[in-house]
Each structure stands twice: as C-alpha cells, then as structure tokens.
C-alpha cells in the first residue's frame, strides 16, 4: 500500500512586504509624521533599509515626505484603501432598512449584491414570507451576465471591463441566457437607459428576477438590489410593476451612501 508521504508547506511569507506593513502601522494619530532614524530604531531595521522601504511605498502613494522636514507621513492611497473597507462594512447595514421595507413592498426575496469580476456575490439576503420562494444564503456567487444585478452593474462599467467578459466567453446558463456579444451589448445599452434589468429564466429556469444599481457617493455604480421569485408569480407584467420600488429602494440606499444625482435627473425611466 503506497503511503502518502506529508510535504512540508513553503514558507510564503516575504519578509519586505512584512516589514513595509510594520512600517506603515507604526504611524497613529500621535505620530503622524516620523523621520527616517526614529523609523529604524522602532522597527529595528537600518537605515538604509528603512530608506528602500519607505522610497517604495513614496512610489505607489502609500506614503508622502515633507520637503520640509524630510519626515514621512501617511499617503492619500492608504486613507483611499481605508474608506473604501469602511464603507464596505457600513454598506449592508445601511442598506437594511431599505430592504426591508422593498420586501414589505414587493412580497419577494430582496438582495443586495456587489460585483467581482465576472460574477456577483451577494452582501444581504432577505428571504420573502411566502412559501414558495426564492433562497440564497449571503455570500454566495451567480454568474454577472445572467442576471439582474449582475447586469445592471455591468451596464455601467468601462467598456473594456465587458470586452474581457465577452472575449473570456459567457456560459448559455438556460436557453434564455444572452450569450451573443452584440445583443448583449444591446441588453446593456436598453439597462442603461432605462434603470433597471431584468433577467427572464437566464440563470434559472423557472425565475425571475429585477434589479436597479446602487451608487457611492462619487455616482459610481457599486452594488444592486434586485427582488427575485418564482416564475409563475412574478410573471413579466408583475415584475415591471415593482421596477419603481426596486429603483426608488436602490436610489435611496445610494443617497444614504452620499450620492445627489444632478438636479432634474429622472433615474427611472418607464418602458
């Protein structure tokens, strides 16, 4: 019987990322501003490595030096990196209460999603009260280009960002999946325009689902909430119905996030 001999893990850990993050927590509210021999007595380091570090970090903005007092500080790319992790943890809560009330509203599972890549991970799950519904549990993954969210989000990247998606090629999740790039591109356009998706059995065959974006507070599209149910319930003409409470819910959770579309705006826009 052959065993199975246990090889020892390699050692991953890269000793001048460890010490550029050591570096960059020595700075506080205290220390602010630190110069280059202070740095090397806390971490322990000469100088001159010090020195390569910190040129490094200078180099990807992550700290700046004052022409003045040569010391360094913080750079703008950390506080970008800190915001970004503080409003992603703030988003779902704040989120809430506006699922709520979506789901009291439409009677269907309400989601909140975000977009990764070429597939969609969802951030909050509220379950519908009716028997037969749609589950999802949080974090789990869909494929972007098959449904709601995924495509409303999608409607309002850079174009390269659906070229990459396209060329990598989308799988034909039923036979209602848009898997052709040009009338893909059209669905995107038609999203657009109109301010909300929806996605007709293209994931699932027997569900439907609609979805309208989620902005940050610069208008960047960042997230979706969407409503998803059985087929035979939400047919078409009852899921058109909800797009003003799916879009009013998502425009409200946006202006939670700080955004205030230009004056005169009308984000839905009614077939």
């Not at 890549?117 to 799950?125: A, D, G, L, R």
Request: net charge positive; hydrophobic share 45%; no cysteine.
């Amino acid at each position: 019987m052959e065993r199975k001999t246990k090889i020892a893990k390699p050692k991953t850990r890269l000793s001048s990322v460890a010490n550029a993050i050591r570096l960059i927590k020595v700075f506080s509210d205290d220390d602010y501003e630190i110069g280059i021999s202070d740095l090397g007595k806390r971490l322990l380091l000469p100088k001159s490595t010090v020195h390569r570090l910190a040129s490094t970090l200078i180099d990807a903005g992550m700290l700046e030096q004052n022409a003045e007092t040569g010391k360094y500080r913080l750079g703008l790319v950390v506080f970008e990196l800190g915001s970004l992790v503080r409003r992603k943890m703030d988003f779902s809560s704040e989120a809430k209460p506006f699922l709520m009330a979506l789901r009291e509203k439409t009677g269907e599972t309400v989601h909140l999603a975000i977009l990764d890549h070429s597939s969609i991970v969802y951030i909050n799950t509220l379950e519908s009260k009716q028997a037969i519904r749609m589950t999802l549990d949080v974090g789990m993954r869909k494929p972007a280009h098959a449904t709601a969210a995924g495509k409303v989000m999608l409607a309002f990247q850079p174009a390269e960002v659906i070229d990459r998606l396209l060329a990598d090629g989308v799988i034909e999740r039923t036979s209602n999946t848009i898997v052709d790039p040009e009338a893909f591109r059209q669905e995107l356009a038609t999203i657009r325009t109109r301010g909300y998706a929806v996605a007709d059995e293209e994931n699932e065959l027997g569900v439907r689902s609609l979805a309208a974006p989620v902005r940050d507070y610069a208008g960047l599209v960042i997230a979706a909430t969407s409503i998803a149910g059985p087929a035979q319930r939400l047919t078409k003409k009852v899921l058109t119905t909800f797009a003003p409470d799916v879009v009013s819910a998502a425009d409200a959770i946006s202006a939670r996030l700080g955004y205030q579309p230009l004056r005169g705006t009308r984000l839905f826009r009614p077939n």
